[in-house]
């Protein structure tokens, strides 16, 4: 898939920024070896995309069938998707890292955050956390491309875990059912 990128690409370049001054940590406070081996997967292929996308390169190209190797052709299409949309749609800069970058940006935390969400089937929570760096139709519209990627990677075996965001474990009522009020 070969992309043309537009005059005012909203996807951070990160151009100005050298190589080496990508892994100081002002850039961010969550470090990618700190997350799960499904994490940095995941934002290893955020990053693949924009990489492609301000190249107009073939996705396949940049990621070198990573997603073959582990059996995600469907993740890679449902990435592509939730990308564009993001793409098309961001009302400010995204800030998708370089793939040298050490450091987890806050927006790849929101993307992590709507997948994981997706994956515990809190869709409503998915579309708000993608709403954080969309406007709510292209979330939206976003949304099923968002629960198509994360249901292939948990069938693959790849379920994220929490830590990164919110965690998405069920909380027990403070009272029991039979005694919480409606207002």
């Known amino acids: 898939m070969t992309r043309q990128r537009g005059r005012n690409s909203p996807a951070n370049d990160n151009r100005e920024v050298e190589a080496a001054e990508c892994h100081d940590g002002e850039h961010g406070p969550l470090e990618l070896d700190t997350l799960d081996f499904p994490g940095q997967f995941l934002v290893w292929a955020l990053r693949a995309w924009v990489q492609a996308f301000k190249s107009s390169d073939s996705f396949d190209a940049v990621t070198q069938h990573g997603f073959t190797r582990f059996g995600l052709q469907a993740s890679a299409l449902a990435l592509d998707g939730a990308m564009t949309v993001l ?69 693959a075996g790849m379920r994220l875990a929490a830590g990164h965001g919110t965690d998405w474990t069920p909380e027990e009522p403070a009272t029991p059912p039979a005694r919480q009020w409606l207002h």
């Open 87 to 155: 793409a098309a749609s961001a009302s400010r800069p995204i800030d998708i890292r370089c793939l040298h970058c050490r450091y987890l940006s806050p927006d790849e935390a929101i993307l992590l955050e709507a997948v994981a969400a997706a994956q515990a089937e809190h869709h409503f929570m998915a579309t708000v956390a993608l709403r954080k760096i969309m406007p709510g139709t292209a979330a939206r519209i976003a949304l099923p491309h968002v629960v198509d990627l994360a249901r292939d990677l948990a069938r």
